[in-house]
């Protein structure tokens, strides 16, 4: 059945002169020596082999009389590095071979999965030569799946991860995940909710940790775990996680030293600390720093301590996006060499638009990592389609000054992607959520790939190679995410989805508690006008960027239109350079993004004799729903806006039902 088990990894048979050649070319995996073989190889030559026969088609084809060897070289140095490969075919010679080369064995394995990617996307042996290798070392999963199956912020189900009968029972899924991961480059997970338990490092998670850690090996992915900071509290028995007590520092360099026993190639930790009720060094009045170098002293270099910079405080009334950057930016420098500082995209929180974080422009002196939120949890679950690739892309390539992008700036480090993962059969929630999954992957192997190219590749290998029904699915899958934007934030509001959920509108919400967590917050609008003014007669937030940009932004009419109201409040009636008013444009802006949705349907109706009917219909439904909720957000919105500025719709705008 088409459930979308299968991923991007389905390899569906070829047809045409793609199907012709490759029956004819009959190309098999040349045999590996005893002394060559390893776990690693083994999978790359099943994963060959499958599909291989898969692309091929049904039945045995007639035996070719010069079949096409596939030999895998793993111990040469194509030039090509760490985990790099390099595909040459060599079709023509009297012995026709097709040569994956690689420096070690995960490269081996990247090669053959690429091979097959090429394949699967109809191009012929003979046209794939290419030489690659991941960009940056640390390409990882972040799960926020809790230990008793919740998955915080998880839209597909309860979690992957069967920790009540690990040890014992290992699910065949936890080595279809393995693949799936390996075959677009991640290399390594983290495997439990940075809101951490700390009993998640106790003798007996352990065990069920090298359990899957093991599994995972020959697929070249590395265990991580979101460690709780007061552990040493928790499950220590110890009366303080201050990280300066000797007592404290001794507990975490033998729990460490206990893990590596069991894993000894257990990646490291990832810590959210003193962080939306999370427990940190500075209960103690000691620093992120301090906190961060002990726990990197215990793990030594046998691994990493990656520190969350996500942090906001409950007693600090700035600016919420100033935050991060004003607690860090000092402590630059002042990290040990072992220690990541991971931080969001953007300033707030994986809305459907923000600017770039202003601390890859502000810690030379430190090894960040971005992280992106591939569940989405801000733009309409796994019912509503958006493809992120082209959110991530500009990230990536926004400058933060100094001829430096955000790619460049994290490249020598890694890239986080929290997981959309779930028990439903198509892993995700919605198959079109798969492709946010392998664009991550791709861009961490590839920062300076398009989303373009990504969603191309994932259309061929998940639903279709034929251009007529190919081009319309990416063409759609390119707009999604600006549609999202278009009906829920437009023009740079953000953060006015419904406390607590994040799923529908609520630019109302005024009268919680914690300021920050009203969505007033955000949009400021009254009589008068709307945005938030982080200029130097505001937040002043703008200024935690290069002078550069910093100047361009500060200038409503030069920013980009995208981003005004994130840094500007402007009165309804500031003119566009659209020559509308700001409330004109603002409707106009909702109309756009219900109308992409309404062609996303019609774009999708159209295809029904490419798709098989289990996706197709599966995929129709929730357009349905995004095609009503994207007007949800549009009326609720605008109906709230009139509420407070009292002014009339724009001559022409239907009325809403
Ligand atoms: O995006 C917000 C989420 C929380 C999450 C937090 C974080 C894991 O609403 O659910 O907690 O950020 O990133 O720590």
Same mark, same amino acid.
């Not at 640390?138 to 809790?146: A, C, F, G, I």
């Given at each position: 059945a088409e459930?979308g088990?299968?991923l991007?990894?389905?390899?569906?048979p070829?047809?045409g002169v793609?199907?012709?050649?490759?029956?004819s070319q009959?190309p098999v995996?040349?045999?590996?020596?005893?002394g060559?073989?390893?776990?690693t190889? *083994? &999978?790359a030559?099943?994963? #060959?082999?499958? =599909?291989?026969?898969s #692309?091929?088609?049904?039945?045995?084809p007639p035996?070719?009389?010069?079949p096409?060897?596939i030999i895998?070289?793993?111990g040469?140095e194509?030039? %090509?590095?760490?985990?790099g490969?390099?595909?040459t075919p060599?079709l023509?010679?009297e012995?026709?071979?097709f040569?994956?080369a690689a420096q070690?064995h995960?490269?081996c394995l990247y090669g053959?999965?690429?091979?097959?990617?090429?394949?699967?996307?109809?191009? =012929?042996l003979g046209?794939?030569? #290419?030489?690659?290798?991941?960009?940056?070392?640390?390409?990882?999963?972040n799960?926020?799946?809790?230990?008793?199956?919740?998955?915080?912020?998880?839209?597909a189900g309860?979690?992957?991860?069967?920790w009540w009968n690990l040890p014992g029972?290992?699910? /065949?899924?936890m080595?279809?995940?393995a693949?799936?991961?390996?075959?677009?480059g991640?290399?390594g997970?983290?495997?439990?909710n940075?809101?951490?338990r700390?009993?998640m490092?106790e003798?007996?998670?352990i065990?069920?940790?090298?359990r899957l850690a *093991?599994?995972?090996r020959?697929?070249g992915?590395?265990i991580y775990v979101?460690?709780?900071?007061s552990a040493?509290?928790?499950?220590?028995g110890l009366d303080?996680?201050?990280p300066?007590?000797?007592?404290?520092?001794?507990w975490?360099?033998?729990?460490?030293d206990?893990?590596y026993?069991s894993?000894?190639?257990f990646g490291g930790?990832l810590?959210?600390?003193n962080?939306?009720? /999370?427990p940190g060094?500075?209960d103690y009045?000691?620093s992120?720093?301090d906190?961060a170098n002990m726990?990197?002293?215990?793990v030594?270099?046998?691994?990493t301590?990656?520190?969350?910079?996500? &942090?906001?405080?409950? !007693?600090?009334?700035?600016?919420?996006a100033?935050?991060a950057?004003?607690?860090?930016?000092?402590?630059d420098?002042?990290?040990?060499?072992?220690?990541?500082?991971q931080?969001?995209?953007g300033?707030i929180?994986?809305?459907?638009r923000?600017? +770039?974080?202003p601390m890859?422009?502000?810690m030379?002196?430190?090894?960040?990592?971005?992280?992106?939120q591939i %569940?989405?949890?801000y733009l309409? @679950?796994a019912?509503h389609?958006a493809f992120?690739?082209?959110?991530?892309e !500009?990230v990536?390539?926004a400058?933060t000054? =100094?001829?430096?992008s &955000?790619?460049?700036v994290?490249?020598?480090?890694g890239?986080?992607g929290?997981?959309n993962?779930g028990?439903?059969?198509?892993?995700s929630?919605?198959?079109?959520?798969?492709a946010n999954?392998y664009? @991550?992957?791709?861009?961490?192997w590839?920062p300076s790939?398009?989303?373009?190219a990504?969603a191309?590749?994932w259309?061929?290998?998940?639903?279709t190679?034929?251009?007529?029904?190919l081009?319309?699915? &990416?063409?759609m899958?390119l707009?999604s995410?600006?549609?999202?934007v /278009?009906y829920?934030?437009p023009?740079?509001?953000a953060h006015?989805?419904g406390?607590?959920h994040?799923y529908g509108?609520?630019?109302w919400v005024?009268?919680?508690?914690?300021p920050e967590?009203?969505?007033c917050?955000?949009?400021?609008?009254?009589r008068?006008?709307?945005?938030?003014d982080?200029t130097p007669?505001?937040?002043?937030?703008i200024?935690?960027?290069?002078?550069a940009i910093?100047?361009?932004?500060?200038d409503?009419?030069?920013?980009?239109?995208?981003l005004l109201l994130w840094f500007?409040?402007?009165d309804?009636?500031?003119r566009m350079?659209s020559g509308r008013?700001?409330?004109?444009e603002?409707?106009a802006e909702y109309?756009?993004?219900v109308?992409k949705?309404?062609g +996303?349907?019609a774009t999708?109706s159209a295809?029904?004799?490419?798709?098989d009917?289990?996706?197709?219909?599966a995929?129709s439904?929730?357009?349905?729903i /995004?095609?009503t909720?994207?007007r949800?957000?549009?009326?609720?919105s605008?109906?709230?806006w009139?509420?407070?500025?009292?002014?009339?719709?724009?001559?022409?705008?239907?009325?809403?039902?």
């Amino acid at each position: 059945a088409e459930d979308g088990y299968d991923l991007w990894l389905r390899f569906a048979p070829l047809d045409g002169v793609a199907a012709a050649k490759l029956k004819s070319q009959t190309p098999v995996v040349a045999p590996i020596s005893e002394g060559d073989r390893s776990s690693t190889l *083994d &999978v790359a030559v099943e994963e #060959l082999e499958r =599909g291989l026969t898969s #692309l091929r088609g049904e039945g045995d084809p007639p035996p070719a009389q010069n079949p096409v060897q596939i030999i895998l070289d793993c111990g040469t140095e194509p030039g %090509t590095g760490q985990s790099g490969f390099s595909l040459t075919p060599q079709l023509e010679a009297e012995r026709p071979t097709f040569r994956i080369a690689a420096q070690d064995h995960i490269g081996c394995l990247y090669g053959s999965y690429a091979l097959l990617r090429e394949l699967a996307a109809g191009r =012929g042996l003979g046209e794939i030569s #290419l030489i690659d290798a991941p960009a940056m070392p640390l390409r990882l999963l972040n799960h926020w799946d809790n230990p008793d199956g919740h998955v915080e912020r998880g839209y597909a189900g309860r979690s992957i991860f069967d920790w009540w009968n690990l040890p014992g029972r290992l699910d /065949q899924r936890m080595i279809d995940y393995a693949r799936a991961n390996a075959s677009i480059g991640i290399n390594g997970a983290v495997v439990n909710n940075v809101n951490a338990r700390a009993f998640m490092l106790e003798p007996r998670y352990i065990a069920k940790l090298k359990r899957l850690a *093991d599994a995972w090996r020959p697929y070249g992915i590395r265990i991580y775990v979101s460690a709780r900071f007061s552990a040493p509290r928790d499950i220590g028995g110890l009366d303080t996680a201050d990280p300066l007590d000797p007592a404290v520092r001794q507990w975490w360099q033998a729990k460490t030293d206990e893990i590596y026993a069991s894993i000894p190639d257990f990646g490291g930790f990832l810590v959210k600390a003193n962080s939306e009720g /999370q427990p940190g060094p500075q209960d103690y009045g000691r620093s992120h720093a301090d906190g961060a170098n002990m726990m990197a002293e215990a793990v030594g270099d046998r691994g990493t301590v990656i520190w969350r910079a996500f &942090v906001y405080s409950a !007693e600090d009334d700035t600016d919420r996006a100033k935050q991060a950057y004003d607690e860090f930016k000092p402590l630059d420098g002042q990290f040990a060499d072992n220690v990541i500082v991971q931080v969001k995209n953007g300033p707030i929180d994986f809305q459907p638009r923000e600017p +770039f974080h202003p601390m890859f422009g502000a810690m030379p002196k430190t090894r960040l990592m971005l992280e992106l939120q591939i %569940t989405k949890e801000y733009l309409g @679950f796994a019912s509503h389609l958006a493809f992120l690739g082209p959110m991530w892309e !500009e990230v990536l390539t926004a400058d933060t000054g =100094g001829e430096k992008s &955000v790619a460049d700036v994290i490249v020598p480090v890694g890239m986080a992607g929290v997981a959309n993962t779930g028990s439903d059969r198509n892993w995700s929630g919605s198959v079109f959520d798969q492709a946010n999954w392998y664009a @991550f992957g791709r861009l961490a192997w590839n920062p300076s790939m398009s989303s373009d190219a990504i969603a191309r590749e994932w259309t061929a290998q998940t639903f279709t190679r034929k251009p007529a029904a190919l081009e319309p699915i &990416v063409r759609m899958m390119l707009e999604s995410r600006e549609a999202v934007v /278009q009906y829920m934030t437009p023009l740079g509001l953000a953060h006015l989805m419904g406390t607590g959920h994040h799923y529908g509108p609520a630019p109302w919400v005024c009268d919680l508690a914690r300021p920050e967590w009203n969505p007033c917050y955000y949009h400021r609008a009254d009589r008068d006008g709307i945005g938030f003014d982080r200029t130097p007669s505001g937040s002043n937030a703008i200024s935690q960027y290069d002078p550069a940009i910093a100047a361009q932004w500060s200038d409503p009419a030069a920013i980009d239109p995208k981003l005004l109201l994130w840094f500007h409040r402007v009165d309804w009636d500031h003119r566009m350079a659209s020559g509308r008013t700001l409330w004109h444009e603002l409707v106009a802006e909702y109309d756009r993004g219900v109308a992409k949705v309404d062609g +996303f349907a019609a774009t999708w109706s159209a295809l029904e004799s490419e798709i098989d009917p289990e996706r197709f219909r599966a995929i129709s439904e929730r357009l349905a729903i /995004q095609q009503t909720e994207a007007r949800w957000w549009r009326d609720a919105s605008i109906a709230y806006w009139q509420s407070v500025n009292g002014l009339p719709l724009p001559e022409g705008t239907a009325k809403p039902p």
